[in-house]
């Protein structure tokens, strides 16, 4: 099973811009890879995914035009680049790789959907 590391996240005001990275303990090129996020007393929810050779992306409509998801193929990583960040967008990021069930949904959670979690990072937005 691939071994998955968040890195970067932290504290910023709002406004301002953080970027997390998930790197892979093997090579993932042939499985999608996403981010997820989880606030304090919510649902685990998806915020952006890649399909391999990130030919397909997917942003939560709370996201869209602030984040970009980004992959390297040959560091096996991906890469949440967040701008214009906002106080709730502060939760727990975590990164998954692994098959989908149906492409046109890759934040859905459980079934045969994503076999490997990082243990998450957090990033802190203040008002």
Same mark, same amino acid.
């Given at each position: 099973?691939?071994?998955?590391?968040?890195?970067?996240?932290?504290?910023?005001?709002?406004?301002?811009?953080?970027?997390?990275?998930?790197?892979?303990?093997?090579?993932?090129?042939?499985?999608?890879?996403?981010?997820?996020?989880?606030?304090?007393?919510?649902?685990?929810?998806?915020?952006?995914?890649?399909?391999?050779?990130?030919?397909? !992306?997917?942003?939560?409509?709370?996201?869209?035009?602030?984040?970009?998801?980004?992959?390297?193929?040959?560091?096996?990583?991906?890469?949440?680049?967040?701008?214009?960040?906002?106080?709730?967008?502060?939760?727990?990021?975590?990164?998954?790789?692994?098959?989908?069930?149906?492409?046109?949904?890759?934040?859905?959670?459980?079934?045969?959907?994503?076999?490997?979690?990082?243990?998450? !990072?957090?990033? !802190?937005?203040?008002?």
């Amino acid at each position: 099973q691939v071994q998955l590391m968040e890195s970067g996240g932290g504290s910023v005001e709002a406004g301002g811009s953080l970027s997390v990275s998930c790197t892979a303990s093997e090579d993932t090129s042939s499985v999608w890879m996403t981010w997820f996020r989880q606030a304090p007393g919510k649902e685990r929810e998806g915020v952006a995914a890649a399909s391999p050779g990130s030919t397909i !992306t997917y942003y939560a409509d709370s996201v869209k035009g602030r984040f970009t998801i980004s992959r390297d193929r040959v560091k096996n990583t991906v890469n949440l680049l967040m701008n214009s960040l906002k106080p709730e967008d502060t939760a727990v990021y975590y990164c998954a790789a692994g098959f989908l069930e149906n492409w046109s949904q890759p934040f859905v959670l459980g079934g045969e959907n994503y076999q490997s979690w990082g243990q998450g !990072t957090q990033v !802190t937005v203040s008002s």
